[in-house]
């Protein structure tokens, strides 16, 4: 028999609950919903991106007419309930009374206003629904429009973002020292608050408003308690919200701050249920989704009559403002018996912070890297053990021991609703979806659902959703670990070297649990590069980590002898110098004397015990290592330029010299080489170099990312400089962010791919001081590394090492 | 039958690095490893000759220095899908001074 079923309210929770109900008990209830609202159930998260312009209504309705319509719920939208009438089981509408067998009371909560003087002006809105979402929408429109948030939560940065993004001059006031202080520490509402800042929104925290201002019963304006005023012509409030207990408390319900609910969602009256933001459980009110999506399971099961029990849980929070990862979950306030583990990137802008109490973590804090907070928040919410894991847990799951989970099983074991991307609110479902609907690859689902589109720390969990969706069909690109001898990648392993202060090969490994006692011939060369870069002067080059061609500091050929090329500053040689390496080629018998490709010669074929021999000859001629062999700078290639080209346009080959003098002697994560080109014809092939130069008669065109190897590259154009002393800024600055940021054997174009060219330009180009420094970091390592390796491999200290140990031969021939 | 002959210092080789001996059936490259245990192995790769006494050594194993086949220094053998083996001789540390067991690097003792 049908029965009858009232709900009072059109949100989130009922609208899921009612989902449940529908798909266990189809055809058992005749449903009659009541909404305040003259609309059905949207996604009330969405309003913030359908505030920014992200998304429209019509993609954030849930349940719309033909849903309503074909389970036949009857819907009484924008109709007010006058009164609930338990003892006659009726509710009493505007518009007339429905008898109920059972009703859901689920009228969620009102936003709570401070009552300030001029808190009922026109223009002083809260934010709550679509209505106020159009009304700060509408005021985008107008030029110059400035609007006011008070409250620096979760609500009211998403309002402040959105408006902003909609072209509005937006300014918060936040009562408390730091950003969303409920769910960040201080370090991270700090790097929050810089970067709602850097986004053009203004932040004052520690502000107390006393009053709003009006001109003709609007808005026009707030006065902070130190006497400021700040003009406005939309005030929104967004200070948290109250349980909407109106109807319930009229009605007789018990009710404490919310409608008082048992474990099973059923209020003081058997016949009536409650759930969503208007009820209290066991003490405690709810505001974020996850829980009501859990009492609507409940709730559904109670109407079922099956026995269901409602435990609130963990609730992490996302920020969804593009661009601003945050994450945060659990308790982190400090206090006896609580420990802290923090990592710091200032310069990525990255804050994590774990809190533990005993063997278990109890909170965590993310900001800017937000990918392992699923993670987190499992351990949290199960009360894990991880003491054994404890040195390596801010590292996230990937770089945990053994496999204490499988990542797939992780993400498969998500719920529909379980948000993958922050930046664009993507849940699981929506990209489940677009995959079922033809979706096969990372840009596919990228384009179809912005999901990992905008900021990308969620590229890996839409790969695991499609790699759980596809099956066989995908293939997951999982970071590769540096070697076998760790599970980290490179990435890790730079990161794990600053942030630990780690500053030898030995702690590294300690520190990073290597799994070999030394390395491997992978590892090894490429710590000695990132302890050599990160700790100038105090890290000590690590000769015996080296590939034998910078161990030797010439290539080692096919027979097993040694190449030599002294370097030609900008490819400028003398007679001189020729005379000299003729000389050398003699005595030495050279096999082969080629003219390289970089602009200078090389002797092939020179045995191992002759190199210092001809290195001190070639020195003794004003020459010094080429560097041909190293993962450093090779040549600046040059044309002629203005000393002899018509066509010339500036001194292309003086140019070439200074960098090549400037760069020389730096160890980079893969080669670089370099070229002047004097004028637009390109002469020395700078389009196809890591560093390329083209001048033009304003001044110099900076190309950088190009290669003609295995792989053919043209350059990007990084941006125009007008001096020569800029030329060498920019170069020294980009050098040393690929040195600092690439793994290593990495090119500079692959790097450039990884980071893309607009996280280079902003760091080179836009941003000066971020450029000085750089430069700076630049100029201080070289002067630990400019020192011709052959002088003092010339040394008699070296000398031996290039002998034999012993030569049995001679021996035998006495 | 063995011959110990002092080829020199365990400090003449760098930590992880190699020294080679000179003989008329080619070059030994003699081992020092992290932990100071000393090896002696031929010092051409079996792949495609590459002079090992150049290569990365870590733990007991080196790294050719012209295609990365891995070899270990106490059984010569190569390493992973590699097929192969160099020539491995005995040799010991007594009192600070490499000992290398000369008798099959001798001329005419070649069987």
Redesign the interface.
């Known amino acids: 028999m049908t029965r009858n079923l009232i709900v009072i309210g059109a949100g989130m929770a009922s609208g899921r609950m009612l989902e449940h109900l529908f798909e266990t008990q189809p055809g058992a209830w005749n449903v009659t919903l009541f909404n305040a609202e003259p609309r059905g159930n949207y996604n009330r998260l969405m309003l913030s991106p359908v505030l920014s312009g992200d998304k429209t209504y019509a993609e954030i309705v849930t349940h719309d007419a033909d849903w309503y319509k074909a389970h036949d719920v009857t819907c009484r939208f924008g109709e007010k309930v006058l009164r609930i009438d338990r003892d006659a089981q009726v509710v009493v509408g505007e518009n007339g009374v429905v008898p109920y067998d059972r009703l859901v009371i689920a009228t969620g909560s009102n936003p709570f206003m401070i009552p300030l003087p001029g808190h009922d002006l026109d223009g002083v809105i809260p934010y709550r629904d679509l209505d106020d979402t159009q009304t700060m929408m509408a005021l985008g429109v107008r030029p110059g429009a400035r609007a006011i948030v008070i409250g620096g939560g979760l609500l009211g940065l998403e309002a402040a973002a959105g408006m902003k993004a909609q072209g509005v001059d937006v300014t918060v006031i936040h009562v408390m020292g730091h950003l969303m202080e409920r769910q960040l520490d201080e370090a991270a509402g700090y790097l929050l608050k810089n970067a709602l800042e850097a986004k053009g929104i203004t932040v004052l925290t520690g502000a107390n408003s006393t009053e709003i201002l009006g001109r003709d019963g609007r808005v026009c304006g707030l006065l902070l308690d130190d006497g400021s005023e700040i003009a406005c012509d939309l005030l929104v409030m967004a200070v948290g919200i109250r349980p909407n207990v109106t109807l319930a408390k009229a009605s007789g319900l018990a009710v404490g701050r919310g409608i008082h609910v048992d474990n099973a969602m059923v209020t003081s009256d058997a016949h009536v249920l409650a759930l969503g933001e208007c009820v209290e459980h066991q003490g405690a009110v709810f505001g974020l989704v996850a829980p009501l999506y859990d009492q609507a399971k409940v709730a559904a099961d109670t109407l079922a009559g099956k026995p269901a029990t409602f435990a609130p849980k963990e609730v992490a929070t996302k920020l969804k403002v593009t661009g601003c990862n945050l994450f945060s979950a659990g308790d982190f306030a400090e206090g006896d018996g609580r420990e802290d583990i923090v990592f710091r990137d200032p310069a990525r802008g990255v804050y994590k912070r774990l809190v533990l109490e005993g063997p278990r973590l109890i909170g965590a804090v993310m900001y800017g890297d937000t990918a392992d907070g699923a993670w987190f928040h499992g351990l949290i919410k199960d009360h894990s053990d991880v003491s054994d894991m404890r040195d390596t847990l801010i590292f996230g799951p990937t770089f945990q021991g053994g496999a204490p989970s499988d990542p797939l099983a992780a993400v498969a074991a998500l719920p529909g609703d379980a948000e993958i991307c922050g930046c664009n609110g993507i849940c699981k479902s929506t990209i489940v979806d677009a995959i079922n609907g033809g979706a096969t690859t990372l840009s596919d689902v990228r384009a179809q659902t912005k999901a990992s589109a905008s900021c990308g720390t969620c590229t890996g969990l839409v790969e695991q959703v499609m790699a759980l969706t596809l099956g066989d069909g995908f293939e997951v690109q999982t970071v590769k670990p540096m070697c076998p001898c760790t599970p980290l990648t490179h990435m890790d392993v730079r990161r794990l070297i600053k942030s630990r202060a780690l500053k030898s090969m030995a702690a590294v490994m300690q520190e990073c649990g290597w799994t070999?006692?030394?390395?491997?011939?992978s590892c090894?060369?490429a710590l000695n590069y990132y302890l050599l870069c990160d700790w100038p002067g105090e890290y000590q080059d690590d000769?015996?980590?080296?590939?034998?061609?910078e161990?030797?500091h010439s290539n080692?050929q096919?027979d097993?002898t040694y190449s030599v090329v002294p370097r030609m500053w900008g490819g400028i040689t003398t007679p001189d110098e020729l005379r000299a390496i003729a000389d050398a080629a003699d005595k030495y018998a050279v096999q082969t004397v080629k003219v390289t490709g970089g602009q200078r010669i090389d002797l092939l074929g020179v045995k191992k015990q002759d190199l210092p021999d001809i290195w001190a000859d070639l020195n003794a001629a004003g020459m010094v290592s080429g560097q041909a062999y190293a993962k450093g700078l090779r040549t600046v290639k040059t044309c002629v330029g203005t000393d002899h080209c018509r066509f010339g346009t500036q001194d292309s080959t003086g140019l070439g010299i200074r960098m090549e003098k400037a760069l020389w002697g730096s160890w980079t994560p893969a080669k670089v080489k370099m070229a002047v080109s004097g004028c637009p014809r390109n002469c020395a092939e700078s389009t196809c170099k890591d560093v390329g130069v083209i001048c033009v008669d304003s001044g110099y065109v900076l190309h950088i990312g190009g290669a003609a190897g295995l792989h053919i590259q043209g350059t990007e154009v990084m941006c125009t400089v007008k001096t020569e002393d800029e030329v060498l800024e920019y170069t020294a600055a980009v050098v040393q962010l690929y040195r600092e940021e690439a793994a290593y054997l990495e090119r500079m174009y692959k790097w450039m791919d990884n980071v893309g060219l607009d996280h280079i330009v902003e760091r080179v180009v836009t941003d000066a001081d971020s450029r000085r420094a750089l430069a700076d970091r630049f100029h201080h390592a070289q002067t630990f590394m400019q020192q011709d390796p052959w002088a003092e491999r010339t040394k008699a200290s070296y000398r031996?090492?290039y002998a034999?140990?012993?030569?049995?031969?001679l021996e035998?021939a006495e | 039958m063995t011959d110990w002959t002092d080829i020199g210092a365990l400090t003449d080789i760098p930590e992880r690095g190699a020294r080679v001996v000179k003989t008329h059936l080619g070059c030994v490259a003699v081992f020092r490893t992290a932990d100071d245990e000393v090896f002696a192995i031929d010092d051409a790769c079996p792949h495609k000759g590459g002079p090992l006494s150049e290569g990365i050594v870590h733990g007991r194993s080196v790294t050719c220095p012209l295609h990365n086949m891995v070899l270990r220094l106490d059984s010569g053998v190569a390493q992973g899908a590699d097929e192969g083996a160099v020539n491995t001789y005995p040799v010991r540390v007594e009192g600070g001074r490499i000992m290398l067991d000369t008798a099959r690097l001798r001329r005419g003792q070649v069987a």
């Open positions: 070999t006692s030394c390395g491997c011939a090894r060369p000769d015996q980590s080296r590939f034998v061609n161990r030797m080692i096919k097993g031996a090492l034999p140990l012993a030569d049995l031969t035998a």
